[in-house]
């Protein structure tokens, strides 16, 4: 009897988590990462003492919810890196990434602020320099992009064309193809 209460609460624990991975990444997906906590186990089903037994700092929530969307930015630099064209594999970087960030309003707001600590951001974004930096090169190798455009400029350009999402979300392309003609290398 012993064995099926302890199979049982394991169990439950289990799918406590799962519902409030999955509550969460709906709301930090569509309102970003300020969702508070109590809203987050409120949406879950469960009580807050649930939500922090699981998950004891915001930082583990936080991990825990944005774990496919790191691999799927992983995906579109792989995807980028693929293209034959060095330019058309930046544009679908750049492109690509911005549709990522308006999907997912958490996993964007993680990378910009950075600060709230969440190793899986940190892993990440170790991950994701080297292979950025190697879109950027293969770009300017091939004379397709401006020589004065660093890896560090990509995060202005989706942040700008995300901006402009808020505003009007079919300006966010339009706006992206003003930049994107300005960075081509016959443009400076």
Known sequence: MAVTEATRARSDARRNRERLVSAARELFASAGLDVPAREVARSAGVGAGTLYRHFPTRDDLVDAVLEDACEELVAIVEAALAETDPWRGFTRYVEDALVL???????????????????RIRRLGSRMRPLTAKIVARAHDAGVLRRDFAVGDIKVVLA???RAA??????SQRYLGFVLDGLRSEAS
Do not use: H, M
């Open 166 to 171: 808020e505003v009007d979300p079919r300006l």
């Open 101 to 119: 960030y308006a999907r997912n309003r958490g996993l964007k707001d993680a990378i910009e602020a950075q600060t709230q600590g969440c190793e």
């Open 160 to 162: 700008a064309s995300d």
